[in-house]
């Protein structure tokens, strides 16, 4: 700063002085001439060498002042929150999943339903033990065939068979559970399976209804109601 001012000083003259106060402040200042005389006396030793300093003075009364620039500020913007809207195509995949669901549900019970009843068609069965065998009877009292017994354990289920070949109104099934139908050389007899490797038929006039092996009356075939 002092090189300025003298390198300066013949050209600019008294024009502009930096005073240092003795405080440690620094003026800036631009003055006349005359003006100068009064409130601030400069003096420079004569240049020796290329780092010769100026010594600058002020009274101790000088008022310094500094202009501040005027700063504003501005509030950041505030973000409102986006909210993700579905499209159409997700609201129809929401509407298939939910019948899916549905559907999926209504086929449990009615598959829940009809075990339920399967199990329900073997207690059926064991109610009818003592029953009289007679050729095309179809009644628990007055007697019974093998047919006319399997399609009255359905019937008390409120489920309707056909009287004679009643497993062809059925499925097939490797895995018999009680109440499923079972049919004994090639259709010649049939009663209902009760679990075990039992069923319960009527088998024939000298024994009438009775509890007993699947094994012990010829080859067994399985059929079921339940889908």
Same mark, same amino acid.
Request: proline share 5%; hydrophobic share 45%; charged share 10%.
């Given at each position: 700063?002092?090189?300025?001012?003298?390198?300066?000083?013949?050209?600019?003259?008294?024009?502009?002085?930096?005073?240092? /106060?003795?405080?440690?402040?620094?003026? @800036?200042?631009?003055?006349?001439?005359?003006?100068?005389?009064?409130?601030?006396?400069?003096?420079?030793? #004569?240049?020796? @060498?290329?780092?010769?300093?100026?010594?600058?003075?002020?009274?101790?009364?000088?008022?310094?002042?500094?202009? !501040?620039? &005027?700063?504003?500020?501005?509030?950041?913007?505030? &973000?409102?929150? &986006? #909210?993700?809207? =579905?499209?159409?195509?997700?609201?129809?995949?929401?509407?298939?999943?939910?019948? $899916?669901? #549905? $559907?999926?549900?209504?086929?449990?019970? &009615?598959?829940?339903? /009809? %075990?339920?009843?399967? $199990? +329900?068609?073997?207690?059926?069965?064991?109610? @009818?033990?003592? =029953?009289?065998?007679?050729?095309?009877?179809?009644?628990?009292?007055?007697?019974?065939?093998?047919?006319?017994?399997?399609?009255?354990?359905? /019937?008390?289920? @409120?489920? %309707?068979?056909? !009287?004679?070949?009643?497993?062809?109104?059925?499925?097939?099934t490797s895995t018999p559970q009680p109440g499923?139908?079972?049919?004994?050389?090639?259709?010649?007899?049939?009663?209902?399976?009760? +679990?075990?490797?039992?069923?319960? $038929?009527?088998?024939?006039?000298?024994? +009438?209804?009775?509890?007993? =092996?699947?094994?012990? #009356?010829?080859?067994?075939?399985?059929?079921?109601?339940? +889908?």
């Open positions: 700063m002092s090189k300025a001012v003298s390198a300066n000083a013949g050209t600019v003259g008294r024009q502009a002085a930096v005073v240092a /106060a003795a405080s440690g402040l620094v003026l @800036g200042m631009g003055l006349p001439a005359n003006a100068a005389d009064t409130t601030a006396g400069v003096s420079a030793s #004569t240049e020796s @060498g290329p780092a010769t300093a100026l010594a600058v003075t002020a009274a101790p009364t000088a008022t310094v002042s500094f202009e !501040r620039p &005027v700063v504003t500020t501005v509030a950041a913007p505030v &973000v409102a929150p &986006v #909210t993700v809207q =579905s499209t159409n195509d997700e609201d129809e995949d929401e509407d298939t999943d939910t019948a $899916s669901s #549905t $559907s999926a549900a209504a086929e449990k019970v &009615v598959a829940t339903a /009809a %075990s339920a009843a399967t $199990s +329900g068609l073997a207690a059926i069965a064991y109610t @009818g033990i003592g =029953s009289p065998y007679v050729w095309g009877g179809t009644s628990p009292t007055t007697g019974w065939d093998c047919s006319g017994f399997t399609q009255w354990v359905y /019937a008390q289920a @409120g489920i %309707s068979i056909p !009287r004679v070949n009643a497993w062809t109104a059925m499925t097939p499923d139908l079972v049919m004994q050389n090639g259709g010649a007899h049939v009663g209902i399976y009760v +679990g075990n490797g039992m069923m319960i $038929s009527a088998l024939n006039p000298s024994q +009438g209804t009775l509890l007993h =092996s699947v094994a012990a #009356t010829g080859t067994s075939s399985f059929y079921t109601l339940a +889908g």
